[in-house]
C-alpha cells in the first residue's frame, strides 16, 4: 500500500504561479512511476504530467507542455508539480498518484494509476 498527501494547492490570478508536492508513504519502493491528474468541474479526469521514479523520464499532456514541470526529491519521497504560466482553464482539483506496473503511459492516459491521494485544489482566476 501507498499513501499519498497532497499539498500546495490555492488560488492565484492568471500568469502565476504554485508548486504542487506529493509526499508519498508506504511501499514506496514498488512504485515505478508517479503522477499527477486534474478534475475541472463537470469535467473527466485528465493526466497532467508523469515521471518515472528510476530514470525520472517524465510524461506531459499537450495542454500543459512548457509550463509545468514535474520532479521528484528521492530523499524525501516527495513528487512536485511546479505549474507557470497558470491559465483559467488550469482550474481543478488535482490529484497525486502511484504506478507500480511499468504500464506507466498507457494507465497515465487512461487514469488508471493505482494508488490516489485526495487532491488539492487549485483556482486560476482572470
Known amino acids: 500500500q501507498v499513501h499519498l498527501v497532497e499539498s500546495g494547492g490555492g488560488s492565484v490570478q492568471a500568469g502565476g504561479s504554485l508548486r504542487l508536492s506529493c509526499a508519498a508513504s508506504?511501499?514506496?519502493?514498488?512504485?515505478?512511476?508517479m503522477g499527477w491528474f486534474r478534475q475541472a468541474p463537470g469535467k473527466e479526469r485528465e493526466g497532467v504530467a508523469a515521471?518515472?521514479?528510476?530514470?525520472?523520464?517524465?510524461y506531459y499532456a499537450d495542454s500543459v507542455k512548457g509550463r509545468f514541470t514535474i520532479s521528484q526529491d528521492n530523499a524525501k519521497n516527495t513528487v512536485y508539480l511546479q505549474m507557470n504560466s497558470l491559465k483559467p482553464e488550469d482550474t481543478a482539483m488535482y490529484y497525486c498518484a502511484a504506478e507500480n506496473s511499468g504500464a506507466c503511459v498507457d494507465k497515465f492516459i487512461k487514469g488508471q494509476y493505482t494508488y490516489w491521494g485526495q487532491g488539492t485544489r487549485v483556482t486560476v482566476s482572470t
Open positions: 515521471i518515472y521514479t528510476s530514470s525520472r523520464h517524465t
Open positions: 508506504g511501499y514506496t519502493d514498488t512504485t515505478n512511476c
